[in-house]
């Protein structure tokens, strides 16, 4: 069942591109049937948990861009245990990759006694998010197992970023022409990830960083833009199953208390693909460089300023500046996967965890 792969983490991430894929293709297929959301609103509210999180830090970036509609994304344990400001002109986007979260849940229900619409994003067809939501946008993962999520999350981005469209287009925001030419290009990203991935398995690339890496105590991973949410996402990734130290951070705070932290010893995964903030990200890496941090980065062939500094570099393909995170957050997750590994652990069943979280 794990299709020849050590672990269903592996197997998992391999199988984003069909994840995207056939998320796109579901999608599309909806918005052609029934043209549009069935909602007026001029306010969004995200909530989710954990990586469900993060995706909805991007999915902010998405809509915000291309509908220009204010978006705020919480925790749902944070949301519901404050007094949100929404009411019947919010809609609330729930992300959950497997529809039980109790955290979540429990902001959905607040949300609707507030007069909220809700909009889910969820992975389990029947599930008691899809149940109780107003309206629902399938991601088509396919099953997850690995505790550790991954194929979930890139096809929860697969999710935003189209709805992100389709309210842009109602909205005005995003011409016929613009539109098309965004989903020509997230149409790309399965076969850029796919390359990638295949690569990865000839190089073996980051196998070998995470070899060099794996005894490591601790780990900063650095972003800023879309990719801030994916710097926050490698930590997490490496943490839950490594059990090594980890924390992301957005690159411009750095100087306000992290950097501190760095010495010769510290791994620093700086994410810095060709986009508006790469001049900075090779600021950040010269800071690090200047304290003696082990740095990796990830970005894009070229990137000459970045290779002067570091050898240690991971290339990913070129897309939309909006569209990166699909890219960055792969090496990551393998990151991750092979430091798990080499340290011996149980990488589909970490300690401490479970697979959905169905208590407060
Ligand atoms: C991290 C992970 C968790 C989940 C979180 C939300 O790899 O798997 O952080 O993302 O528990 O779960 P869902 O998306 O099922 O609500």
Same mark, same amino acid.
């Given at each position: 069942?794990?299709?020849?792969?050590?672990?269903?983490?592996?197997?998992?991430?391999?199988?984003?591109?069909?994840?995207?894929?056939?998320?796109?293709?579901?999608?599309? &297929?909806?918005?052609?049937?029934?043209?549009?959301?069935?909602?007026?609103?001029?306010?969004?509210?995200?909530?989710?948990?954990?990586?469900?999180?993060?995706?909805?830090?991007?999915?902010?970036? @998405?809509?915000?861009?291309?509908?220009?509609?204010?978006?705020?994304?919480?925790?749902? &344990?944070?949301?519901?245990?404050?007094?949100?400001?929404?009411?019947?002109?919010?809609?609330?986007?729930?992300?959950? $990759?497997?529809?039980?979260?109790?955290?979540?849940?429990?902001?959905?229900?607040?949300?609707?006694?507030?007069?909220?619409?809700?909009?889910?994003?969820?992975?389990?067809?029947?599930? /008691?998010?899809?149940?109780?939501?107003?309206?629902?946008?399938? /991601?088509?993962?396919?099953?997850?197992?690995?505790?550790?999520?991954?194929?979930? @999350?890139?096809?929860?981005?697969?999710?935003?970023?189209?709805?992100?469209?389709?309210?842009?287009?109602?909205?005005?925001?995003?011409?016929?022409?613009?539109?098309?030419?965004?989903?020509?290009?997230?149409?790309?990203?399965?076969?850029?990830?796919?390359? @990638?991935?295949? /690569?990865?398995?000839?190089?073996?690339?980051?196998?070998?960083?995470?070899?060099?890496?794996?005894?490591?105590?601790?780990?900063?991973?650095?972003?800023?833009?879309?990719?801030?949410?994916?710097?926050?996402?490698?930590?997490?990734?490496?943490?839950?199953?490594?059990?090594?130290?980890?924390?992301?951070?957005?690159?411009?705070?750095?100087?306000?208390?992290?950097?501190?932290?760095?010495?010769?010893?510290?791994?620093?995964?700086?994410?810095?693909?060709?986009?508006?903030?790469?001049?900075?990200?090779? &600021?950040?890496?010269?800071?690090?460089?200047?304290?003696?941090?082990?740095?990796?980065?990830?970005?894009?062939?070229?990137?000459?300023?970045?290779?002067?500094?570091?050898?240690?570099?991971?290339?990913?393909?070129?897309?939309?500046?909006?569209?990166?995170?699909?890219? /960055?957050?792969?090496?990551?997750?393998?990151?991750?996967?092979?430091?798990?590994? @080499?340290?011996?652990?149980?990488?589909? $069943?970490?300690?401490?965890?479970?697979?959905?979280?169905?208590?407060?």
């Amino acid at each position: 069942e794990k299709a020849g792969y050590k672990h269903f983490m592996l197997k998992e991430i391999y199988e984003q591109p069909k994840g995207i894929s056939d998320t796109i293709s579901g999608k599309l &297929s909806l918005i052609k049937g029934e043209a549009e959301l069935p909602f007026d609103f001029n306010k969004i509210q995200i909530v989710a948990c954990g990586t469900s999180y993060h995706a909805g830090l991007i999915g902010k970036f @998405f809509i915000e861009t291309l509908s220009k509609i204010p978006v705020s994304v919480d925790y749902a &344990s944070e949301f519901r245990y404050r007094d949100p400001l929404i009411d019947s002109n919010t809609v609330v986007v729930a992300i959950s $990759q497997s529809g039980e979260t109790a955290d979540t849940l429990a902001a959905v229900r607040l949300a609707k006694l507030k007069g909220a619409k809700v909009i889910a994003i969820c992975n389990v067809i029947g599930s /008691t998010l899809t149940r109780e939501a107003d309206y629902t946008i399938y /991601t088509y993962a396919g099953p997850e197992i690995s505790v550790a999520s991954t194929k979930a @999350f890139t096809t929860q981005l697969t999710a935003l970023f189209l709805t992100a469209l389709e309210i842009g287009v109602i909205k005005g925001t995003v011409t016929k022409e613009e539109e098309q030419k965004y989903i020509d290009e997230l149409i790309k990203i399965p076969s850029k990830m796919e390359d @990638f991935l295949e /690569t990865e398995k000839k190089e073996k690339r980051i196998r070998q960083l995470a070899l060099e890496f794996y005894m490591a105590k601790d780990a900063l991973f650095l972003g800023r833009f879309v990719n801030y949410p994916i710097a926050l996402e490698g930590a997490l990734k490496l943490k839950e199953i490594s059990y090594i130290h980890a924390e992301g951070y957005p690159a411009g705070e750095m100087k306000h208390g992290p950097i501190a932290l760095i010495d010769e010893k510290m791994p620093v995964i700086v994410i810095a693909p060709k986009d508006r903030v790469y001049e900075k990200m090779v &600021s950040n890496i010269e800071e690090v460089k200047a304290r003696k941090g082990r740095v990796i980065a990830v970005t894009n062939a070229g990137c000459g300023e970045i290779r002067r500094l570091t050898d240690r570099i991971i290339e990913i393909p070129e897309t939309d500046e909006l569209l990166t995170p699909f890219l /960055t957050v792969v090496p990551l997750q393998l990151f991750a996967y092979y430091i798990a590994d @080499f340290l011996g652990y149980d990488v589909d $069943q970490p300690r401490n965890l479970a697979k959905s979280v169905t208590v407060e």
